[in-house]
T-cell receptor
Framework: GAGVSQSPSNKVTEKGKDVELRCDPI?????LYWYRQSLGQGLEFLIY????????KSGLPSDRFSAERTGGSVSTLTIQRTQQEDSAVYLC?????????????FGPGTRLTVL | GENVEQHPSTLSVQEGDSAVIKCTYS??????FPWYKQELGKGPQLIID?????GEKKDQRIAVTLNKTAKHFSLHITETQPEDSAVYFC?????????FGAGTRLFVKA
C-alpha cells in the first residue's frame, strides 16, 4: 500500500474491556514495530516482528498486552482487561528489514481512551 | 539501559530564525540516528537521518551533526517557517530497537 495504515483511528472503551488494534504495514515490509505514546511523551517501544516472529517482547508493559502477526503482513495488538493507564496513542511502524539502518515508516496511530 | 535525552522540551523561535535541538545517547553500539517530525494527530514522519560513519548531513534547510565520541547529535533548522511548527523526536538505533527522545515542541512565530 501507499503507507502504514492503522485502525481504528480512535477507540473509547470501558475499563476492564478487551481491545484489538490493527496495523497494515507497507506492502513488502518484513519488519513491523509497535510503540506507545502517552500524552506529551516520547515513543515507548513495545514489540517488533520480523516476518511472523516476535524475537523481543520485553517492551510489553504487562501480560495483558499481546501481539500477533499473520502472513507476514497485518498485525494485531490486543490489550485485555484495559486499565485507565493504558490510555495512549498506539503507533505502528514498518521497515524493509529489522536491520539497524532501515528506516521505519509510521502509521497515523490509534488513540485509545479507557474510561 | 539505553537512553536518549533530548533538549529543549519546548522551543519558540521567530520566523526566519534558526532552531537547534540537541540529543545525547547512551548506547555506544548505536549507529543510526533518525529525526522525526510529528504534527498534531499524525504519526511521526522521518525528516532526515544520519549514519555513524558520517559527521554531518544536510537537506535544504535541515542539517544534522553527529559526534560519536561525545555521543551527541543535533538537528539544525534554518530559515524557520510557521509550517515547521511541530514536535520533533530524535532517536538512536543499534540493532532492531530504536530508542526515542522525549520530543521537542517547536513553535515558529510568524
Amino acid at each position: 500500500g501507499a503507507g502504514v495504515s492503522q485502525s481504528p483511528s480512535n477507540k473509547v472503551t470501558e475499563k476492564g474491556k478487551d481491545v484489538e488494534l490493527r496495523c497494515d504495514p507497507i506492502s513488502g515490509h518484513t519488519a513491523l514495530y509497535w510503540y506507545r505514546q502517552s500524552l506529551g511523551q516520547g515513543l515507548e517501544f513495545l514489540i517488533y516482528f520480523q516476518g511472523n516472529s516476535a524475537p523481543d517482547k520485553s517492551g510489553l508493559p504487562s501480560d495483558r498486552f499481546s501481539a500477533e502477526r499473520t502472513g507476514g503482513s497485518v498485525s494485531t495488538l490486543t490489550i485485555q482487561r484495559t486499565q485507565q493507564e493504558d490510555s495512549a496513542v498506539y503507533l505502528c511502524a514498518s521497515s524493509g528489514q529489522a536491520r539497524a539502518l532501515d528506516t521505519q515508516y509510521f502509521g497515523p496511530g490509534t488513540r485509545l481512551t479507557v474510561l | 539501559g539505553e537512553n536518549v535525552e533530548q533538549h529543549p522540551s519546548t522551543l519558540s523561535v521567530q520566523e526566519g530564525d534558526s532552531a537547534v535541538i540537541k540529543c545525547t545517547y547512551s548506547d555506544s553500539a548505536s549507529n543510526y540516528f533518525p529525526w522525526y517530525k510529528q504534527e498534531l494527530g499524525k504519526g511521526p514522519q522521518l525528516i532526515i537521518d544520519i549514519r555513524s560513519n558520517v559527521g554531518e548531513k544536510k537537506d535544504q534547510r535541515i542539517a544534522v551533526t553527529l559526534n560519536k565520541t561525545a555521543k551527541h547529535f543535533s538537528l539544525h533548522i534554518t530559515e524557520t517557517q510557521p509550517e515547521d511548527s511541530a514536535v520533533y523526536f530524535c532517536a538512536a538505533r543499534g540493532g532492531f530497537k530504536t530508542i526515542f527522545g522525549a520530543g521537542t515542541r517547536l513553535f515558529v512565530k510568524a
